[in-house]
């Protein structure tokens, strides 16, 4: 069976942060820095060093933070199909939707 892989990255400053939605079965890696990761409605709060990950096991909103100039990859894969190409996009455009306002009001072929 074929996978997609859908890799996001951020690159974060120090103190930066970003809320992700519609993250659930997403591994957060930490690629560089350091993280602050708080998953709403978990009594834990995590820490990721370079080459730690999460794996996020609920639909809750998750803010990452940076505590030093950070890399962050959000990473999903599923089965390939039409209807996992469909479920691929709306996390994508919701993440970016969150975090990014102006751009989703731009039509993807003006984006490039």
Not at 77 to 96: C, E, H, K, T
Request: one cysteine or more; aromatic letters at 6%; glycine letters at 6%.
């Amino acid at each position: 069976m074929a996978i997609i892989t859908q890799e996001t990255r951020f690159d974060l400053g120090k103190h930066e942060a970003v809320t992700l939605t519609a993250a659930r079965d997403h591994v957060l890696r930490c690629d560089a820095g350091e993280l602050w990761i708080t998953v709403d409605g978990d009594r834990r709060d995590h820490i990721l060093h370079p080459g730690d990950s999460l794996r996020v096991d609920r639909d809750a909103p998750v803010i990452v933070s940076a505590l030093r100039d950070s890399v962050l990859l959000a990473c999903h894969r599923m089965p390939f199909g039409a209807r996992a190409m469909g479920r691929a996009r709306s996390v994508l455009v919701s993440l970016l939707n969150w975090e990014f306002p102006p751009l989703a009001s731009f039509p993807s072929t003006m984006i490039r």
